[in-house]
């Protein structure tokens, strides 16, 4: 039997006028941008600690603690890189991730194959086992008024 495991993870940056918006490794033109120690991308952040997760090794805090000046404005493409290969050398491998973006505006659809492709590039597997989606929350909560942006993400890995 093949040792399968499942990760969850979850995070949540402010917006604020004036800074970059990156979503799964895509920059988004917007008025809004978040404000984070990293470049803030929070599809990124939410999907390593699923992987994390998975491999039982903690939660991205751990690895890449945000009072490092080490991460400070890094790109989390790189955060995801060093993700996988951490979840490579325990021995697994992963199977598929599902992202799920909330967030009021702008309109997500037009960078979802793009986030998908950044994503898989960067773990070394094939798009399609990279699912990205976006969704508003009606104008409600933190996301509905334009404060935040939150996502959950899972994984699923398997040993080698």
Same mark, same amino acid.
């Given at each position: 039997?093949?040792?399968?495991?499942?990760?969850?993870?979850? /995070?949540?940056?402010?917006?604020?006028?004036?800074? !970059?918006?990156?979503?799964?490794? @895509?920059?988004?033109?917007?008025?809004?941008?978040?404000?984070?120690?990293?470049?803030?991308?929070? %599809?990124?952040? #939410?999907?390593?600690?699923?992987? $994390?997760?998975? #491999?039982?090794?903690? /939660?991205?805090?751990?690895?890449?603690?945000? *009072?490092?000046?080490?991460?400070?404005?890094?790109?989390? +493409?790189?955060?995801? +890189?060093?993700?996988?290969? $951490? @979840? +490579? %050398?325990?021995?697994?491998?992963?199977?598929?991730?599902?992202?799920?973006? !909330?967030?009021?505006?702008?309109?997500? !659809?037009?960078?979802?194959?793009?986030?998908?492709?950044?994503?898989? #590039?960067?773990?070394?597997?094939? =798009?399609?086992?990279?699912?990205?989606? #976006?969704? *508003? =929350?009606?104008?409600?909560?933190?996301?509905? !008024?334009?404060?935040?942006?939150?996502?959950? %993400?899972?994984?699923?890995?398997?040993?080698?």
């Amino acid at each position: 039997m093949t040792d399968f495991r499942i990760g969850h993870g979850y /995070d949540v940056h402010r917006l604020a006028d004036g800074l !970059r918006l990156v979503l799964g490794g @895509v920059e988004i033109p917007h008025s809004k941008g978040f404000v984070a120690h990293s470049d803030g991308d929070v %599809a990124i952040h #939410a999907l390593c600690d699923a992987l $994390l997760g998975a #491999a039982a090794l903690g /939660d991205i805090g751990l690895h890449f603690p945000d *009072t490092s000046d080490e991460f400070k404005g890094m790109d989390s +493409r790189i955060l995801l +890189r060093r993700v996988t290969a $951490l @979840v +490579r %050398a325990k021995g697994y491998a992963i199977g598929n991730v599902d992202c799920t973006i !909330r967030m009021q505006r702008p309109k997500l !659809r037009p960078y979802i194959d793009r986030m998908r492709e950044a994503l898989a #590039a960067d773990m070394g597997i094939d =798009t399609d086992r990279v699912s990205v989606k #976006a969704t *508003t =929350t009606e104008k409600l909560g933190f996301e509905g !008024r334009e404060e935040g942006v939150s996502v959950s %993400a899972v994984a699923l890995i398997y040993r080698l």
